[in-house]
């Protein structure tokens, strides 16, 4: 049996993040009969691990117990895996695009202001460089 220092160093993540998994209900440890410690087992590093890099591809932590759920039902997680993911990707490509958009606004911000001179704060305008974006 593990501490969660002992877990955290196995599974490569912080004990605060074991901390929080046991929190959510993706980790469940047993209690130390007398000193009341959280205790996990070569099964949990095993679902610290997963956690880790299932959160590397992207999934949440809501997606991973959905993930667990199944398994612990008895049945394949692949299909949701599969949905999941294709999710993101969509999610992902519209962030993308969002992203795209601001950093062409910005370039062409910087672009225009370099002709405008510093203002100073007169009471009717904040920053003219700002304001002067339409």
């Known amino acids: ?19 929080h ?3 959510l209900g993706l980790l469940k ?6 000193t009341d410690y ?5 099964g949990d590093v095993k679902k610290a691990k997963f956690i ?7 999934f949440t932590l809501a997606d991973i117990q ?3 759920d199944h398994c612990t ?18 999610e992902n490509e519209a962030r993308l695009d969002e992203l795209t958009m601001l950093h062409n606004r910005m370039a062409v911000a910087v ?10 704060p007169d009471g009717d305008a904040i920053c003219y460089l700002i304001e002067s974006v339409s």
């Open 21 to 23: 998994y046991v929190r």
């Open 52 to 58: 880790r890099q299932a959160k590397g591809l992207g």
């Open 38 to 42: 959280k205790l996990f087992s070569d």
């Open 73 to 90: 039902r008895g049945q394949s997680p692949c299909p949701a895996v599969r949905e999941i993911i294709q999710r993101r990707i969509k």
């Open 1 to 19: 049996m593990l501490t969660v220092s002992e877990l955290s160093k196995a599974a490569q993540v912080t004990p605060d993040a074991v901390r």
């Open 29 to 34: 440890p047993q209690r130390h009969p007398d």
């Open 111 to 120: 672009e225009h202001w370099k002709t405008m001179p510093d203002g100073e």
């Open 66 to 68: 959905v993930i667990f």
